[in-house]
């Protein structure tokens, strides 16, 4: 996942906007959503929310600017596995098989002569409940177009079941050149640890369907243990979980208390972690994360890298705090969550 960008550095009042919203288009029960003729930006953020309804999904594939060749090429994982790859595709090949949600946040260059580089990790579920993990694709793809930039974009579904009406694709768009307009990730809230307690709470925010968060935490050179996200206080085993730490072979846990980034302790100083959430208050609720982790402070010491993909299986109401938690030593008044969201 290469999440790591700050969505509100841009954002102060009188700054430049930064990834407004270009268009959107919810899903009818059929298997494609089109959302078509917005203006090309040179950064693309799409934000693709997709709901079974009657059967399967699958994929969730992109097609641009209604384009009828043989024109992508993608390179994938899921859920760590080894590489497959595919060129002249008529399609850029999107996540699995899910009779739920799907949880796709893709980024793209789009400069008109260029070809068109596609990156995202998607979650998609395995099944309802706690006792099922979800699952995640890593994807790196391509449209070979060098003479126009993207202003359509097409979701199409190989499944047996169709898009549902929950289902939402919304394009987002970023140019350095933009001094007009509206941002689309609006802060909700950022809160800073009180230095006594091992959970970091963000308090109460404003419920939103798309949540962007990041958060560091430190202990001041102390162990940090089992350290993950809970929402809305929940401590009940409601979650699960799965992921990789260091490239290894994949972690699962399920019917859990709290979402673990990748569990055991650490030895050490920091962690940073940027994970974007679908929020839709009568689904269950799917976490993308990249895990960064400082073990040691100096440059001869390697951090931890995980990615790890989560889910709170809540139907009956929609996240509105969150919770970072570290069962071994509390977090110092340096540590800090904050959240960015938008519906």
């Given at each position: 996942?290469?999440?790591?960008?700050?969505?509100?550095?841009?954002?102060?009042?009188g700054?430049?906007?930064?990834?407004?919203e270009?268009?959107?288009?919810?899903?009818?029960?059929?298997?494609?959503?089109?959302?078509?003729?917005?203006?090309s930006?040179?950064?693309?953020?799409?934000?693709?929310?997709?709901?079974?309804?009657?059967?399967?999904?699958?994929?969730?594939?992109?097609?641009?600017?209604?384009?009828?060749?043989?024109?992508?090429?993608?390179?994938?994982?899921?859920?760590?596995?080894?590489?497959v790859?595919?060129?002249?595709?008529?399609?850029?090949?999107?996540?699995?098989t899910?009779?739920?949600?799907?949880?796709?946040?893709?980024?793209?260059?789009?400069s008109?002569?260029?070809?068109?580089?596609?990156?995202?990790?998607?979650?998609?579920?395995?099944?309802?409940?706690?006792?099922?993990?979800?699952?995640?694709?890593?994807?790196?793809?391509?449209?070979?177009?060098?003479?126009?930039?993207?202003?359509?974009v097409?979701v199409?579904?190989?499944?047996?079941?169709?898009?549902?009406?929950?289902?939402?694709?919304?394009?987002?768009g970023?140019?350095p050149?933009?001094?007009?307009?509206?941002?689309?990730?609006?802060?909700?809230?950022?809160?800073?640890?009180?230095?006594?307690?091992?959970?970091?709470?963000?308090?109460?925010?404003?419920?939103?369907?798309?949540?962007?968060?990041?958060?560091?935490?430190?202990?001041?050179?102390s162990?940090?243990?089992?350290?993950?996200?809970?929402?809305?206080?929940?401590s009940?085993?409601?979650?699960?979980?799965?992921?990789?730490?260091?490239?290894?072979a994949?972690?699962?846990?399920?019917?859990?208390?709290?979402?673990?980034?990748?569990?055991?302790?650490?030895?050490?100083?920091?962690?940073?972690?940027?994970?974007?959430?679908?929020?839709i208050?009568?689904q269950?609720?799917?976490?993308?994360?990249?895990?960064?982790?400082n073990?040691?402070?100096?440059?001869?010491?390697?951090?931890?890298?995980?990615?790890?993909?989560?889910?709170?299986?809540?139907?009956?109401?929609?996240?509105?705090?969150?919770?970072?938690?570290?069962?071994?030593?509390?977090?110092?008044?340096?540590?800090?969550i904050?959240?960015?969201?938008?519906?």
């Amino acid at each position: 996942m290469s999440y790591l960008i700050n969505p509100y550095w841009y954002a102060a009042a009188g700054a430049i906007p930064y990834y407004q919203e270009l268009g959107r288009t919810s899903g009818s029960g059929t298997d494609s959503i089109t959302v078509s003729s917005f203006s090309s930006k040179p950064y693309l953020m799409i934000l693709s929310s997709l709901v079974a309804t009657g059967g399967t999904i699958s994929g969730g594939d992109l097609k641009f600017n209604s384009s009828t060749g043989s024109e992508y090429a993608r390179r994938y994982s899921t859920n760590g596995a080894t590489d497959v790859t595919a060129t002249s595709q008529t399609v850029l090949h999107g996540v699995g098989t899910s009779s739920q949600t799907q949880w796709v946040p893709w980024f793209i260059s789009n400069s008109a002569d260029e070809e068109k580089l596609v990156q995202t990790t998607g979650a998609y579920q395995s099944g309802s409940g706690s006792s099922n993990e979800p699952n995640y694709r890593d994807i790196a793809g391509k449209w070979d177009n060098t003479s126009d930039a993207i202003t359509t974009v097409e979701v199409i579904n190989n499944g047996s079941g169709d898009f549902s009406s929950d289902s939402e694709v919304v394009i987002l768009g970023y140019d350095p050149a933009d001094t007009t307009g509206t941002t689309f990730w609006d802060l909700l809230i950022k809160t800073s640890a009180s230095g006594s307690s091992t959970t970091l709470d963000s308090g109460a925010f404003t419920s939103k369907k798309f949540l962007w968060v990041q958060a560091f935490g430190t202990t001041g050179a102390s162990n940090m243990d089992d350290i993950g996200f809970r929402a809305n206080s929940d401590s009940s085993a409601n979650y699960s979980r799965r992921g990789s730490l260091n490239g290894g072979a994949d972690f699962t846990s399920i019917n859990q208390d709290y979402i673990r980034f990748s569990g055991g302790a650490a030895a050490g100083n920091d962690i940073f972690i940027n994970a974007f959430i679908i929020n839709i208050s009568d689904q269950e609720k799917l976490f993308i994360m990249k895990i960064n982790r400082n073990k040691t402070l100096g440059a001869s010491s390697i951090v931890d890298s995980a990615e790890t993909v989560g889910k709170w299986d809540i139907t009956a109401s929609a996240i509105s705090s969150l919770q970072l938690i570290n069962s071994a030593n509390n977090w110092t008044t340096d540590s800090y969550i904050s959240v960015w969201g938008h519906d």
